[in-house]
C-alpha cells in the first residue's frame, strides 16, 4: 500500500490497511469549528472507543504543525480541542498549512483526501457541505462536493443541513455522480431531522449491502465516492416548529452579519445551537454516533468480503 509522502500515518492505522483490517476514518472539524467545548473533545474521544469495541481502528484525521495525519493520538485529538488558534482546513488550505506549519481540523474533503492516501476507504461525518442557499449568487457551494467527485471512498452522513440548499445539492451530487444510498429510507435526511422533503431513489437495508455497492464501484474501476445517508433516529431528531424557527433565525443573521466563506458553517451552527438551547447540540452528538457507528459496520462488511476471497486488488 503506497502511502503518500507528506501525511503521516499511525502505525496502528498502516498496519489495519495493509492487514484489510477495519478502519473508519474522522473528520477534526466537528471538533475544531463545529461542536462547543468541551462537548467537542468527549465526541471525538467516543467515537474513537465506539469504534474500537466495536473491533475497528479510528483513524481521526487532522493537521499538527504542519503535518497532516491519519490516526491523531488522544493527546493530538485533545490539543486540536483546546486550541484558539487553530485553522480550518480544506483541501485547498493543505499546502499551506504544511508549508506554513498551521494545526488544523481538516473538512470532509481533505479528511476524505487524506484518509484516500493512506488507504483508508471508510470515513463517517455528522453532515456533508454542500450547496449553501443563494448560491446562484454567491457561488457558494462546498468543496466536499467537488472531493467526493474524484474520491472512491465511502462516506456516512446524516444527509446535509438544512441551513443548505438541499434539492441543489442533491443535484449537483448526481452532476459530480456520487452514488447516494439511503440506509433503510427513500428519503433524504436533513441532518437535524429525517426527513428533508427530498427523495433518495436507491436504498440499502444493510452494512453487507453498502459493502456490496462499494465493491462494486471498485470493480468498475469508477472514482467517484458513495454517499449512505443515514438519517437521525426518530427518537432523537429535533422538533420541527423549533427546526423552523432557529433555522429562520440562523439564515437571518448570517446574512445581517454579512457572514461570507469559510465562516459560513460554523457561524450558523453555532447560532443554532444557541438559539435551541442546546437541542441542536444533542441532535448532532447523536447522529454522529449512529453515523460512525454505521461506518463501523460497513468497515468490518468489507474487511470480511477482503477475506473471504472475493475480491482482487
Ligand atoms: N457537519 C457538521 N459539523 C461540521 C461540519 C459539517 O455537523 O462542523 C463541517 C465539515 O467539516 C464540513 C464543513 O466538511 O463543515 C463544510 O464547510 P464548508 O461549508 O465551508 O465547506
Ligand atoms: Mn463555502
Same mark, same amino acid.
Given at each position: ?24 476514518? #474522522? ?8 461542536? +462547543? ?13 465506539l469504534?474500537?469495541?466495536?473491533g ?5 484525521? *487532522?493537521?499538527?504543525?504542519?503535518? +497532516? ?25 493543505l ?23 493512506? *488507504? ?9 457541505? *454542500? ?7 454567491? &457561488? ?25 440548499d438541499?434539492?441543489?445539492? =442533491? ?11 439511503g440506509?433503510? /429510507?427513500? /428519503? &433524504? +435526511?436533513? &441532518?437535524?431531522?429525517? %426527513?428533508?422533503?427530498f427523495?433518495?431513489? %436507491?436504498?440499502?437495508?444493510? +452494512? ?16 467517484? $465516492?458513495? =454517499? ?12 420541527? $416548529? ?8 440562523? #439564515? ?28 441542536? #447540540? ?22 470480511? #468480503? ?8
Amino acid at each position: 500500500m503506497p502511502i503518500t509522502p507528506g501525511v503521516a500515518v499511525s502505525d496502528e492505522v498502516r498496519e489495519a490497511v495493509v492487514a484489510h483490517r477495519p478502519v473508519v476514518a #474522522l473528520e477534526t472539524t466537528i471538533i475544531t469549528h463545529g461542536l +462547543p467545548r468541551p462537548r467537542n473533545v468527549t465526541a471525538a474521544r467516543d467515537a474513537e472507543e465506539l469504534l474500537r469495541d466495536a473491533g475497528v481502528v479510528p483513524a481521526t484525521v *487532522g493537521v499538527i504543525e504542519g503535518r +497532516p495525519t491519519v490516526g491523531l493520538s488522544t493527546d493530538e485529538i485533545d490539543r486540536l480541542g483546546a486550541a484558539d488558534d487553530v485553522h480550518k482546513v480544506g483541501t485547498r488550505d493543505l499546502p499551506v498549512a504544511m508549508a506554513q506549519g498551521w494545526s488544523g481540523g481538516t473538512t470532509v474533503s481533505a479528511t476524505a483526501l487524506l484518509a484516500h492516501r493512506a *488507504g483508508v476507504g471508510v470515513f463517517a461525518t455528522g453532515g456533508l457541505g *454542500g450547496v449553501h442557499r443563494g448560491a446562484a449568487e454567491t &457561488f457558494d457551494e462546498s468543496a466536499d462536493l467537488v472531493a467526493l467527485a474524484g474520491l472512491p471512498i465511502l462516506v456516512v452522513s446524516a444527509g446535509v443541513k438544512s441551513i443548505l440548499d438541499v434539492g441543489a445539492t =442533491l443535484e449537483r451530487l448526481e452532476t459530480l455522480q456520487v452514488t447516494v444510498l439511503g440506509y433503510r /429510507t427513500t /428519503t &433524504f +435526511p436533513g &441532518f437535524y431531522v429525517r %426527513d428533508s422533503g427530498f427523495g433518495i431513489a %436507491d436504498r440499502v437495508e444493510t +452494512p453487507a449491502e453498502v459493502a456490496a455497492v462499494v465493491r462494486a464501484r471498485d470493480a468498475l474501476g469508477l472514482h467517484s $465516492a458513495v =454517499l449512505l445517508a443515514n438519517p437521525v433516529d426518530g427518537a432523537d431528531e429535533l422538533d420541527d $416548529a423549533l427546526h423552523r424557527a432557529v433555522l429562520e433565525g440562523a #439564515l437571518a443573521d448570517a446574512e445581517a452579519q454579512g457572514v461570507r466563506g469559510k465562516d459560513t458553517t460554523p457561524h450558523l451552527l453555532d447560532h443554532l445551537h444557541r438559539a435551541s438551547e442546546g437541542r441542536s #447540540l444533542e441532535v448532532n452528538l447523536a447522529l454522529y454516533r449512529a453515523n460512525v457507528a454505521l461506518g463501523g459496520a460497513v468497515a468490518r462488511e468489507l474487511s470480511a #468480503l477482503h477475506d473471504g476471497g472475493q475480491v482482487g486488488q
